[in-house]
């Protein structure tokens, strides 16, 4: 018995291991630094504790509230498009096809791809102001656009990015929607149910377990958008793609601030805990277990 | 079974503790400065760090590997990559206790790494090693803090404007030579060649350089009085850097904020417009100019202009100071054999012929001669630094104009004004209080 849980820790020492040194001790770390003046050039040993200084200034800082509700904005754009678009491919691709299964690993390439360096270099020149989609609106006698220098489209263009990486959230959709007993459908169908009907009274409530995972898991996906926003445009124009993800690495990197960086850090967090909460809390409305609302059966 | 145990025990401590207590001892029983031989100990490591270009990372590659067949106990495992991230990713080195022995830095990063001078290796303790009588004195006054010697410098840089000769003959024109035919050629550029030309390109970081040097011609005094730790100049004046730009945007001089920001977070060398020649010119580094030729599509030649200067300016208000330096590690544990790996890029003239001007025109002045005697110093780079040797110097650079966040305020402002977002006279009163503040918050 004592054998087999040394053999047991000893396999997951591994991942305990990197749990401590990569998670747990940033985590603790960064909470401890964000009650200091910590400087990144300096030894730890002369950071001072002024405790809750970091966060009082958070209050008075217009960069912040700026990067915040572009924050807020992305999210609340990219999250229910992203799962639309995912859920509409998902609902397509789960039709009886010839070579489905090539359209369906098709389809979930970008998901692979969507969140490299390179990636988002791609973006960066297709969207450009001499760029292929540029290119494409000449050939069709539109007019350019200027989607990485207008402020007001900017935006646009990083959550294009997001949504283009669908694949992950397609696939558990494709799941979710495989698990629906297809004798519901028929049932339907002899009562005389149109598709729409179906759709709304039938895959879409039975989704809902599906549809908030994917809620949760996008929710805190979009919070932590980093790459896309640093290289396609570095947070401009006018700031107007300066997410917070993209203030704290400034803060830290750029500016050695990192007792500031950590408490935006923290707040962060806090931010991505209450919206996973409030999702979590009113789930009981909208979420269907084996038919009941919000209760797992 | 307790005495075998007991005795195993034993045996594992003297294997874990014994080398340490026969290293902590060896120091003192040690000749102080030899070199060990090739024969007698195993093989040294120094790791080096730099930034650069494709091209210099294949010379710097080619110098390392001719300095580990010089000395066969040294062996040298180079990191290097490009310019983006390098700073955040030596931050985290430094921060972490695992920086390079040798790495090449910014000028304005001792600022931030060594304010107290003690943030690298003091280099005048190694001067039985290392070669300093062939440096300029000035370029090794910069790069000292607190009498303590932080890197040496490659080379001394400064921007200066470099134009696209090949354009500027198609639009009929000779390269600018005067602030004033600067601004003339923007019109004629619009005329002759189209709204998509401009005789010049600058971001807000060459920008603020741009008019850095402007106001300094004008005024004949420092930008930033660092003992004071504020602007040395007036709110005025900063609505005057102001109007420059908004002069230079409305007389077709160089491309409007929107414009610039339609090819995204792109280097300016990698834009289509410059490759192509329809931004005909660039204010920069002579340390960099050759990353800016190298992108440009055939057939079209990069010329360096007369440096424009005001009548009766003191000062050609250049961003004169040491381009890049080499540091070594202050914690490294081999300082005389990074010390001889920086002597021999910096001083030896084999190394010197292979790494030439891909970094700008060395300062020591044995490289120099090195090339020299073998015809390699020409081109721009070399024509840079004779015209900075012409021109008045009398007001120097403070490293704190090239801070991150005076830089960054800076930018904020001019891409305010250049988006209507605000009018010049906000943009110097914005200046004015917001560039002050970074600054009395920076300068502590």
Known sequence: MYENRITGLL??????????????????????????????QDPVSAAHAIGLENYRQMVGDRTFRHALGVTLLYVFATVPLKLAFALFIAFVLNFKLR?????????????????????????RYVFAGDGLINQALGAAGISAVNWLGDPAYALTTIVLLRLWQFGSAMVVFLAGLQTIPTDLYEAATVDGAGKARIFFTITLPLLTPVIFFNFVMQIVQAFQEFNGPYIITGGGPLKSTYLLPLMIYDEAFKYFNVGYASALSWTLFLIVALFTALAFGSQRYWVFYGGERGERT | MPNILSVLLSALFLLLVGPALSQTASPTAQPPVALPSAMDTPPIELRMSWWGGNDVHRAQLKALDLFERRHPHIRVKAEYTGWAGHLERLTTQIAGGTA???MQINWNWLKLFSRDGRGFYDLNRLAGTLRLDGFDRDALAMSTIQGHLNGLPLNMAARLFWFNKTTFDKAGLTVPRSWDELMAAGPRFRQRLGPDY???DVNFQDLTAIAYSWIVQHRNRPFIDEAAGRLALSRDD????????????????????????????????????????RYAGTYQWTSAIGKYVDTLEPGQEVVLAPYPLLPGAASAGLLYKPAMLFAINRETRHPREAALLLDFLMNDPEAAHILGLRRGVPESAAAVAALRQEGLLHGLAWEGRQQIAGLPRTIALTGWFEHARVR?????????????????????????????????RVIR
């Not at chain 1, 070579?99 to 973006?123: D, E, N, Q």
């Open chain 2, 238 to 277: 900063m609505v005057a850097i102001a109007r420059l730009y908004t002069r230079m945007v409305e007389n077709h001089v160089i491309p409007d904020a929107r414009e610039r920001a339609a090819y995204g977070n792109v280097p300016p060398q990698e834009m289509r417009p410059w490759i192509t020649g």
């Open chain 1, 99 to 123: 070579a489905i299964g090539l359209f369906r690993t098709a389809y979930y390439i970008p998901s692979i791809l969507g969140g490299s360096v390179a990636i988002a270099v791609l973006w």
């Open chain 2, 408 to 440: 960054d305020g800076f930018q904020d402002i001019f891409e305010a004004l250049g988006y209507g977002r605000i009018d010049a006279e906000e943009a110097g009163k914005r200046m004015d209080e917001d560039i002050n503040a970074i600054l009395a």
């Open chain 2, 100 to 102: 390079p022995d040798l």
């Open chain 2, 198 to 200: 401009y005789p010049l």
């Open chain 1, 11 to 40: 396999y997951i020492a591994p991942f305990l291991l990197g749990l401590v040194m990569f998670t747990l001790f940033p985590f603790v770390s960064s909470l401890l630094l964000s009650f200091t003046d910590y400087q990144l």
